[in-house]
């Protein structure tokens, strides 16, 4: 699948429509998901136009890489949901049709603030 330049993300990452920020560097942004699932729900985006995260192991750089994954801890501890900090969370990516994902920009969900229970419903 080709990156589709008019997914929501993308047009966040452009500006063109507002996010509720929690963090921004050059690898990453993350902001609050609009339809929370738990008490805390945040997601962490790179900023290079993935697809999915199949995409992303296959074809971004390796300071993209380590971006990425030192942006999710650096959210995490933000919003105080780390093991460090407070009592871990939940990281999860759904990667294409059977993996139930509907943006089509690679994204890490951040589930945290409560027990967030069953790993798969
Ligand atoms: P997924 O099913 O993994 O592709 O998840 C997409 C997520 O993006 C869902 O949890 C949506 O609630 C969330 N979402 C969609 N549009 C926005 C938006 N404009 N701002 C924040 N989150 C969004």
């Not at 738990?38 to 962490?44: D, E, F, Q, S, Y």
């Not at 994204?107 to 069953?118: A, D, M, V, Y």
């Amino acid at each position: 699948m080709s990156y589709d330049d008019n997914n929501i993300f993308a047009k966040i990452l452009r500006n063109e429509i507002p996010c509720n920020k929690i963090y921004e560097d050059e690898f990453v942004l993350s902001f609050y998901d609009i339809n929370p699932q738990k008490k805390i729900h945040a997601l962490v985006i790179p900023k290079g136009k993935y697809v999915d995260l199949d995409d992303f192991s296959q074809n971004a750089s390796s300071n993209e890489m380590v971006g990425l994954f030192k942006g999710i801890n650096i959210v995490a501890k933000k919003l105080n949901i780390s093991v460090d900090a407070g009592k871990g969370y939940r990281a999860l990516a759904n990667i294409g049709e059977n993996g139930g994902q509907e943006v089509p920009h690679l994204h890490f969900h951040l589930f945290g603030g409560e027990k967030i229970g069953k790993m798969v419903s």
